[in-house]
Nanobody
Framework: VQLQASGGGLVQAGGSLRLSCAAS????????LAWFRQAPENKRDFVSG????????SYADSVKGRFTISRDNAKNTVYLQMNSLKPEDSAAYYC????????????????WGQGTQVTVSS
């Protein structure tokens, strides 16, 4: 599967952005999906994940209550709605997919999209 992330940009603190990640392939609905982020000189960290059917979601503590992950299997797209953004949310955001159950671990994901940059100004 190929993943294409979009929706990043520059926003003021307190603002919102919605990231999208469109996938190619007929088997999108079979994949667990996740968002990770990586700031300069930092490691790539888990942000949020969603199960195949969308019933199970998980979030990093730092974004819980502010970010919402969702998926539309008919559109082969996963979303990350980000509200109440903070400067520390600034990073390149990556979507990831794998046939296995959802995971918070980077190495558990086989497929990756390119990053989309999110910059939050104070």
């Amino acid at each position: 599967v190929q993943l294409q992330a979009s929706g990043g940009g520059l926003v003021q603190a307190g603002g919102s952005l919605r990231l999208s990640c469109a996938a190619s392939g007929r088997t999108f609905s079979y994949y667990s999906l996740a968002w990770f982020r990586q700031a300069p000189e930092n490691k790539r960290d888990f942000v949020s994940g969603i199960s195949v059917g969308g019933r199970r979601t998980s979030y990093a503590d730092s974004v819980k209550g502010r970010f919402t992950i969702s998926r539309d299997n008919a559109k082969n797209t996963v979303y990350l709605q980000m509200n109440s953004l903070k400067p520390e949310d600034s990073a390149a955001y990556y979507c990831a997919a794998d046939e296995n159950r959802p995971s918070r671990f980077l190495l558990d994901y086989k497929y990756w999209g390119q990053g989309t940059q999110v910059t939050v100004s104070s």
